[in-house]
Structures are given as C-alpha cells and as structure tokens.
C-alpha cells in the first residue's frame, strides 16, 4: 500500500488560493446571508479547508439596505453593548441600528458567526459590506454569486 497517497495536505498562508466574491443582499433574510457569508470567509466550502488557517475568500457584500428580517425581529431583536463603565449597558434595536448604518447590521451578524479569536478578527477583515450596489473593489474583479450556490 502506497502510504504517500493518504497524506493529508495541509493549507497554510502560502498555498491559500483566496478569490473574491460578490453578493448581492437585495431581498436576502439577515440570518441566512451571514451564515452563507461566514462559510466563504470561512473557506468551508473548499476542498482545502484548514481549520486554524484563513483559506476564506474576500467577500463583498452590496445592497445591505436592502436586507429583510422576518416576523418582529426589526422591533424585537436588540443589539447589546458596554461603555465599560458601570452601569454602561447600552442597547439598540433593530430598526435604531439599521436607521444609524445598514451595513453594521450586516457586519455583526456575520462576525458573531465567526471565532472568538485571533483568526475570526481576520477573517472579519476580509469582509465588505456596502451600502447601494457600487463598491470600490472593481479592480480585483470579484465573481458574482448566488447564495444558493453555497452549501
């Protein structure tokens, strides 16, 4: 038996192919976009995944303001932080953090799907996310596609 043939090949930063990716958020439900969106930064959805490794692609989301929630979720669904101070809780529903800027509601959906650590703070870097359909990546040719494509 030919033990050289069962290796396991492991991605590292040199042998990443990393591509970037277009999407288009019109008509798209918040909570099944960023999941979709976190598997591409991710890289789950390619043969050489790595799970300590950023084999993810560069995604650029556009049309985050027009995103759909479901049921009551715009009044309903808070956003908590903290000053740091005590008694610094401070919270913002849907509807107050989509009116301030429609594509945060996007970037902490997709962020709190990623990890906890070093490797999910870059991985969030790959990420852009626009508000309209113009975007400042043309150079890099991104690939449109449909998020039904990813699995």
Known sequence: MDTL???TISANKAT???EWVLIDAE????GRL????????RGKHKPNFTPHVDCGD????INSEKIKLSGNKWNDK???RHTGY???QRSLTATELFSK???RLVEKSVKGMLPKNKLGAALFRNLNVVVGAAHTHEAQKPKTMQLNEIN
């Open 5 to 7: 043939s069962y290796k």
């Open 16 to 18: 990443v192919n990393k």
């Open 27 to 30: 008509g798209q439900t918040l």
């Open 34 to 41: 960023a999941s979709r969106v976190a598997i591409l930064l």
């Open 58 to 61: 560069n995604v650029i989301v």
């Open 78 to 80: 808070s956003y908590i």
């Open 86 to 88: 005590p008694g610094g």
């Open 101 to 103: 800027d429609p594509a």
